[in-house]
């Protein structure tokens, strides 16, 4: 099991920005680079959805709704992956998951909370 921990939740007004954190605390160094992690969310009655991916040295990737507002990064020293979300929407609001790609059967974690709202 890779643990995950998600963190930089909050609310935010429209228009907004909030970066968020996923570490691996317990992950060594070169294993923490062998992982493509992702930023997923979820809303109540929907699926999980791939919001954005980054490998160790490649290019990242993002689905299209989010594309030229969110980016995704790592600092592989620190095991830490970041979302940088900005121009944030309502329908952004979501609980955010980080994990790694695919995720087949590992953990997910509590995920942190993010709600766009005037």
């Known amino acids: 099991q890779v643990q995950l921990v998600e963190s930089g939740g909050g609310m935010v007004q429209p228009g907004g920005s909030l970066r968020l954190s996923c570490k691996a605390p317990?992950?060594?160094?070169?294993?923490?680079?062998?992982?493509?992690i992702g930023w997923y969310r979820q809303t109540p009655g929907k699926q999980r959805e791939l919001v954005a991916s980054?490998?160790?040295?490649?290019?990242?990737d993002y689905v299209d709704s989010v594309k030229g507002r969110f980016t995704i990064s790592r600092d592989n020293s620190r095991k830490t992956v970041y979302l940088q979300m900005s121009s944030l929407k309502p329908e952004d609001t979501a609980v955010y998951y980080c994990?790694?790609?695919?995720?087949?059967?590992?953990?997910w974690g509590q995920g942190t909370q993010v709600t766009v709202s005037s």
């Open positions: 994990n790694i790609i695919p995720p087949g059967t590992n953990s």
């Open positions: 317990r992950l060594i160094f070169s294993t923490f680079t062998s992982y493509v």
């Open positions: 980054i490998p160790y040295g490649g290019n990242p």
